[in-house]
């Protein structure tokens, strides 16, 4: 089941259950979803245009013949990966939002912001830990032959890459400087 799916029927149940956080959190994270659609058609749109433009640069009949025929689908469903990516980045923005009030003395809202980062944060899969990330990452460097704060360029986009999903990222930045000084 994918998760805009998940949200889907969990928006239905929060509703009946008149869950408000809930559904006000759920109803944002599918309106996310749905403008990384339309933004991810529109990117797919453009870059046929493009093509077309280049290729029948010559021909303007040919050319408005092959863009009359471009069709994008802006209910095109995105892959679990955009839709991790999506909500990935609704929690980051709930974080630093939380941070924020924090910081600011509004402890109300940065407790909402937090209810609403616990809600989303169920839509993914579980986040490694900083114990569980120190041995990989010190496998990673072991296996780079990697050494000192100076190698931190080198280490952290092959870490990123490689735990992408399933670690935070000011979590894997926190391993690696603690490994590599």
């Known amino acids: 089941m994918t998760i805009s799916e998940r949200l889907f029927d969990d928006l239905k149940i929060a509703m009946k259950a008149g869950e408000k956080i809930r559904v006000e959190t759920i109803r944002g994270a599918r309106a996310a979803i749905q403008n990384a659609q339309l933004e991810a058609a529109k990117q797919k749109y453009d870059a046929e ?36 990516a999506v909500i990935a980045k609704e929690i980051k923005r709930r974080h630093e939002a939380a941070e924020m009030y924090h910081a600011g003395g509004r402890a109300e809202l940065a407790a909402k912001e937090e209810a609403e980062l616990a809600i989303l944060q169920t839509y993914l899969p579980t986040q490694m830990s900083v114990e569980e990330l120190r041995p990989a990452v010190a496998a990673i460097i072991a296996e780079l032959g990697l050494s000192g704060p100076s190698s931190l360029g080198k280490l952290m986009p092959v870490l990123i890459e490689r735990f992408k999903g399933r670690a935070e990222g000011r979590a894997i930045s926190q391993v690696a400087r603690e490994l590599l000084t």
Do not use: F, N, W
Request: hydrophobic share 55%; aromatic share 2%; charged share 25%.
């Open 49 to 84: 245009v493009r093509a077309i433009e280049a290729r029948y640069a010559a021909d303007p009949a040919a050319r408005e013949t092959a863009l009359a025929a471009i069709s994008a689908d802006p209910h095109a469903p995105l892959a679990a990966e955009a839709q991790e």
